[in-house]
Structure formats: C-alpha cells, structure tokens
C-alpha cells in the first residue's frame, strides 16, 4: 500500500520524474519476485524427490509382501497336488492288484472252456462218424433200389413230377375254362346292367367352359379409365392378376384371356369393383386385388363345404375341402371340373350300391380322383399319382387313395372301388357333350401318334386308345422277342417326348402274341 502511495505522490510531483521512479520500482520489484518464485521452485522440488523417495521405499516394501504371500499360496497349492498325486498313484496301484485278479480268474475260465471244448469235438467226431456209416448205407440201398428198377433217382422223381403236372394241368385248364365261361356271360350281363342303369339315372350338363371371360361395360369411355395414362393400368391389373386384359373395338365388352379360370374370375370381380368405384390407379387396384383374392379363396372354401354336404361326404381335411372347391373354376377340355367329380361321385356310390360295395367309400373316391388337378404348385408326376399322395397326406382311407391314383391305370388296383371309379370317370368324360375339343387336331394328333410308331421296325399294328392317353403297339413275335420289346417300349416314349406335344402323359403297351397252331386229323 505503501509503495502504491509513493508512485502516486511521485505522479504529483512531476509526471518526468514520476515515470522515471516508478520504472526503476517496478524492475526492483520484478527481480525480488524472480528470486522468490525461484526458492520456493527449488523447495518444492527438494520435497518432491523426498516424497518420491519415501513412495519408492513404500512400493518396495508392498512388492516384497505381496511376493510372499504369493510364495506361500503357490507352496500351499503345490503341496495339495502332491497329495492327489499319491493319492491317485495309490489307487492306481489297488486297480493294478484288482485287474491282476481278475486276469487269473478269466485264465482259470478259458481253461474250464478249453477242457468243454475239447470234450464237444470228441463227441462231434463220434457223431459224424456215425453219421458217415449211416450215409454209405443209405447209398447202398439207393443204389440196389436204382439196380431194380432201372432207373436214377433223379430221372424216377422227374418222370414222376412230369406226370402228375400234366394231369393237373389238364384238369385245371378244362375246369378254368368252364368257369370262364359262365362267369364271363353272368358277368357280363350284370355289368352291362349295372352300367345302364347308372347313366339312365344320371343327367348333367353340356360342357360350356373355356379360356376367356367377358366383362361388359356400360359405355366406351370407362375403357380409357381401365387403359390409364400410356397404359399404366392395365400393365397394373395383368401384373397383379396374371391374366391378359384385351381392350379392342368389342362394343361395351372387355376380353379377360387366361388359362386358369380363377385368376380369370379375380380379374372380372376386381374389374367391376374398380368400375364402380371410379377410383382406377395402379394402387388402388392392387388393393382391390388383394380383396378379391381374400374373398375369392373364401368362396373356394364356401364351394367346397356346400358341395360336401350336398353329396353327404363328411369328415374331409379342409386342405382337400380347399381343392374341391378350386374344381369349380378348373375345366378339362371344357368340361367344369367340379361338375364332372360330383357326376363321379354320384356315378361311383350307384355302382357299388348296386354292387353291395361301400357306397360312401365309393362316392368319396369319386369326388376326389381329380384333386391332383387343382393343386397349385407345379408337379412333374402324374395328376393321378398326384391326387393319391395328397388323399395319403390327409389320412384317407387307403382304398380311396388307390381308387385315386388308379383311375387311369398308373397303378395296380387294389380294391373293388378302383375299377368302379375309373368307368365312372370314363362314363362322365366321354358322354356326349360333356368335353368340347377341335376335331381335326384331335384327329391329327392320334394320327401323328400312330405314324410315329408305325416307323419302327418290327411293329405291325399300332392303335391310340383313351384318348390318345394310350399307345397300343402289336410287334412281330418272331422277328421281336421279350427283351428287344422292352426296349421297343422306351425308344417309341422317348421318341414321342422329343417330337410331339400332348397333354399329361401317354402309356406305351408293346404286345408280343405267340401263337402255336396244330390241327387234330
């Protein structure tokens, strides 16, 4: 404070001899502040390395205890592990004695054995040697027996066997013939019967089914709203459908063009939801799709249920109900799929009640034998062997099942009910009217068929049966034998597969006759 007052006065004073006092003060008080901020510098560093030092002594000390005690823990672990180690070796030693035991006991039982063994070869040796004697003299007798009568033992029992196939041989075939007979003219009047009076009781449709739909419209400008700006919408409705939309100069109609018919009926409903709303963008069409498709499947279920309790057929998997229902919008060579199981069915479960057979069996078999038709992912077997594994998959009866996948002769039939199914199938599909297809390219294709198997060598007839489903080849029995008919089979399939299109697949029957032709003068 003082020194404060003194450069004041000193301003007083003079402001020259003011400035020049108070510089020579400020650099004498500038040097007295160095040397202190130098001592107490130097103080602190003095007791930094003692506090250092005493640290470095400390740290020392804890190292050398936590040493220690690290020792001692290491020798407290190390002796434990010494005493497991004698303890397992002194256990090891006590299994040592025991195994040696048990080796001593297992010699004395391979020596008992050994004894046993020797005893049983002795007695096996006197027993062949008896055998032995027994043989020479059994030969003996053979051959005294064979001396007599002239004749070897083998050529006595092939006369005998000869003889005795023959005689039955000629009663069975007198006896099979006779049966034959009478079974073939009771059986086939009953059949033709049974037949009759089941398409007598059967009356359906006409087939009226095809690949397009036709949606009408009340006037030409909603065609414009349908096409959308540089046909945005329609490109929308196909990619969402999967049908083709044709817009032409038709009048008040829209041509809707797809093979499956379901998609062709999501795309009319969605198409008259979209004219009366107004609303038509590719957003709004896609949900307009979605929904239809919802309801679409849910009609597919309502079809389904309403048609099994229209025929009585009950307890069905709603898988199968599902693809009962999809036959209603499936055709088969423009026969409604639906119609023609239902037709099936009634058919099947008339047949069998005619024949005292499980009419409901029957009717379920019906129903179903088709169903490999409908399921919606792509199969490369037949629908048949299709329709059979899915009835397998929901637990049908397995008569059922085999009536499925033998409707078409794929498979042997098992039971009854397979032959009734596949002349009921047969019955619906080949009425008249029932199926509608080109008759010249029908009649081209099974021509084509025929030619095809007429170029090779060997074949003398050759016949498209079932609708050009099957080949019946008829071969030259002496210049083709069993296995070269074999292989005649394969070359005419593969053949076929390469140069002609047909749907679902041919059966090739090569048939070789043998004939043997003897006149009785």
């Given amino acids: 404070m003082g020194d404060v007052l003194y450069i004041i006065l000193a301003g007083l004073v003079g402001l020259g001899a003011g400035a020049a006092l108070a510089g020579v003060f400020i650099k004498n008080k500038h040097k007295q502040l160095?040397?202190?901020?130098?001592?107490?510098?130097?103080?602190?560093?003095?007791?930094?390395?003692?506090?250092?030092?005493?640290?470095?002594?400390?740290?020392?000390?804890?190292?050398?205890?936590?040493?220690?005690?690290?020792?001692?823990?290491?020798?407290?672990?190390?002796?434990?592990?010494?005493?497991?180690?004698?303890?397992?070796?002194?256990?090891?030693?006590?299994?040592?004695?025991?195994?040696?035991?048990?080796?001593?006991?297992?010699?004395?039982?391979?020596?008992?054995?050994?004894?046993?063994?020797?005893?049983?070869?002795?007695?096996?040796?006197?027993?062949?040697?008896?055998?032995?004697?027994?043989?020479?003299?059994?030969?003996?007798?053979?051959?005294?027996?064979?001396?007599?009568?002239?004749?070897?033992?083998?050529?006595?029992?092939?006369?005998?066997?000869?003889?005795?196939?023959?005689?039955?041989?000629?009663?069975?075939?007198?006896?099979?013939?006779?049966?034959?007979d009478e079974a073939k003219l009771s059986a086939t009047k009953q059949a033709k019967k049974i037949v009759l009076d089941?398409?007598?009781?059967?009356?359906?449709?006409?087939?009226?089914?095809?690949?397009?739909?036709?949606?009408?419209?009340?006037?030409?400008?909603?065609?414009?709203?349908?096409?959308?700006?540089?046909?945005?919408?329609?490109?929308?409705?196909?990619?969402?459908?999967?049908?083709?939309?044709?817009?032409?100069?038709?009048?008040?109609?829209?041509?809707?063009?797809?093979?499956?018919?379901?998609?062709?009926?999501?795309?009319?409903?969605?198409?008259?939801?979209?004219?009366?709303?107004?609303?038509?963008?590719?957003?709004?069409?896609?949900?307009?799709?979605?929904?239809?498709?919802?309801?679409?499947?849910?009609?597919?279920?309502?079809?389904?249920?309403?048609?099994?309790?229209?025929?009585?057929?009950?307890?069905?998997?709603?898988?199968?109900?599902?693809?009962?229902?999809?036959?209603?919008?499936?055709?088969?060579?423009?026969?409604?799929?639906?119609?023609h199981s239902r037709e099936v069915a009634k058919l099947s479960s008339t047949m069998a009640a005619e024949m005292g057979l499980n009419a409901k069996l029957a009717k379920r078999a019906g129903l179903l034998h088709d169903i490999g038709k409908v399921w919606p992912e792509e199969q490369e077997l037949p629908h048949a062997i299709l329709g059979m594994e899915l009835a397998k998959r929901y637990k049908e009866h397995p008569e059922v099942c085999n009536a499925i996948g033998a409707h078409h002769d794929e498979i042997e039939m098992t039971s009854m009910i397979s032959p009734i199914v596949q002349a009921s199938d047969a019955i619906s599909g080949s009425r008249p009217g029932a199926r509608r297809e080109i008759m010249d390219s029908y009649i081209k294709r099974l021509k084509e068929l025929e030619e095809l198997a007429l170029g090779f060598d060997g074949v003398n007839k050759c016949f498209a049966m079932q609708a050009g489903r099957e080949l019946r080849v008829l071969v030259d029995a002496e210049n083709v034998d069993d296995q070269t008919a074999g292989k005649l089979s394969f070359d005419i399939s593969q053949k076929i597969e390469k140069e002609m299109q047909y749907p679902g697949q041919i059966k090739i029957t090569v048939i070789r006759e043998m004939r043997a032709v003897n006149y009785a003068r």
């Avoid at 007695?123 to 027994?134: R, W």
């Avoid at 020479?136 to 083998?154: F, P, S, Y």
């Avoid at 957003?283 to 929904?291: D, L, M």
């Avoid at 048609?307 to 009950?314: A, E, K, P, R």
């Fill in 34 to 180: 160095e040397e202190e901020t130098r001592d107490k510098v130097k103080s602190m560093l003095r007791e930094a390395e003692i506090s250092a030092e005493s640290m470095k002594k400390d740290k020392i000390l804890e190292a050398k205890e936590k040493y220690l005690k690290l020792k001692s823990e290491f020798d407290d672990e190390m002796s434990k592990k010494k005493n497991i180690i004698i303890t397992n070796e002194n256990k090891v030693k006590q299994r040592e004695q025991q195994v040696a035991k048990e080796l001593e006991q297992v010699k004395r039982k391979e020596a008992e054995l050994d004894s046993k063994k020797e005893n049983l070869n002795a007695q096996l040796h006197a027993v062949q040697v008896k055998k032995d004697e027994l043989d020479k003299v059994t030969n003996q007798r053979i051959a005294d027996l064979e001396k007599i009568a002239g004749l070897t033992r083998e050529e006595a029992r092939d006369q005998l066997i000869t003889m005795l196939t023959e005689e039955a041989q000629t009663k069975a075939s007198s006896q099979i013939k006779d049966i034959l």
């Fill in 198 to 339: 089941t398409i007598q009781r059967t009356a359906t449709e006409h087939a009226v089914e095809n690949c397009v739909s036709v949606f009408n419209i009340d006037s030409d400008d909603i065609k414009g709203k349908i096409i959308g700006r540089e046909g945005r919408n329609i490109r929308a409705l196909e990619s969402a459908t999967g049908v083709e939309i044709v817009v032409d100069d038709t009048p008040e109609a829209i041509i809707i063009s797809g093979f499956d018919p379901v998609r062709r009926e999501i795309a009319r409903l969605s198409l008259h939801r979209l004219v009366q709303d107004g609303r038509i963008h590719p957003a709004r069409i896609e949900e307009v799709v979605a929904k239809t498709e919802k309801n679409i499947e849910e009609e597919i279920v309502e079809i389904g249920e309403r048609t099994c309790i229209d025929l009585g057929v009950h307890g069905l998997h709603p898988e199968l109900i599902k693809m009962v229902g999809r036959m209603r919008f499936r055709s088969s060579y423009g026969q409604n799929l639906l119609q």
